[in-house]
């Protein structure tokens, strides 16, 4: 099924429109979460020492803004939502770019490391390799970009009023080799749980 622009446009709109109405319920809910290892995993695999310019690709809020912050490098945010974008840019001192991800204006080669986390499964998949490909232009060479998402069959649709796609293993590897992207490693995550209890994949890729 394609997807038509009114219904992309649909598909934003409403998403957005979400996290805008519980922009501070999801501040609170989501500010002691603990991704250090998402981003140990990028952190790692970047050639080169800090300062680190660091893109923060849906980095709501801007919890993890600051600590890219705190660790010395230059971090920049961007999210779609507008009340993020506020919040993040508040809370953080950073620069925060408010771009529909549909719809991006990124810098050519300026970011060493893209850190993608719990928000590239809400592109739409036929979407997906033209974004993937926008953020694979932002990286300086040998780059690398982390994406975290919730695992599933491939499939796509609503989730009461957030639009979401979820992607298995061999899937995410077909789009971001696509793309020119090489795997560097995956997990999934909360660690130490079973398989059917970890449901998020992470993977780490560099720009080829």
Not at 111 to 135: C, M, S, T, W, Y
Not at 158 to 164: D, L, N, S, V
Request: charged share 25%.
């Amino acid at each position: 099924m394609t997807l038509d622009r009114d219904t992309l446009q649909t598909i934003t709109a409403t998403t957005l429109g979400h996290y805008n109405q519980v922009a501070d319920d999801f501040r609170e809910g989501t500010r002691d979460h603990d991704v250090s290892q998402n981003i140990d995993a990028l952190l790692r695999h970047i050639q080169g020492g800090a300062p680190l310019q660091i893109l923060d690709f849906g980095c709501g809020p801007g919890r993890d803004l600051q600590t890219f912050t705190r660790m010395g490098h230059i971090a920049t945010g961007l999210d779609g939502s507008e009340r993020f974008a506020e919040m993040a840019r508040a809370d953080t001192g950073c620069e925060v770019l408010q771009q529909n991800f549909l719809e991006l204006n990124l810098p050519v080669e300026r970011f060493d490391g893209i850190f993608a986390n719990a928000v590239l499964f809400h592109v739409p998949k036929q979407e997906l390799p033209r974004v993937l490909r926008e953020l694979h232009a932002a990286l300086k060479p040998r780059g690398v970009l982390f994406s975290s998402n919730p695992r599933g069959d491939n499939q796509e649709g609503w989730k009461g009023p957030r639009y979401g796609a979820y992607h298995d293993l061999e899937n995410w590897r077909a789009l971001l080799t696509t793309a020119g992207f090489v795997e560097l490693e995956h997990y999934y995550r909360p660690a130490g749980l079973p398989r059917d209890q970890q449901p998020w994949l992470a993977s780490v890729w560099r720009k080829a």
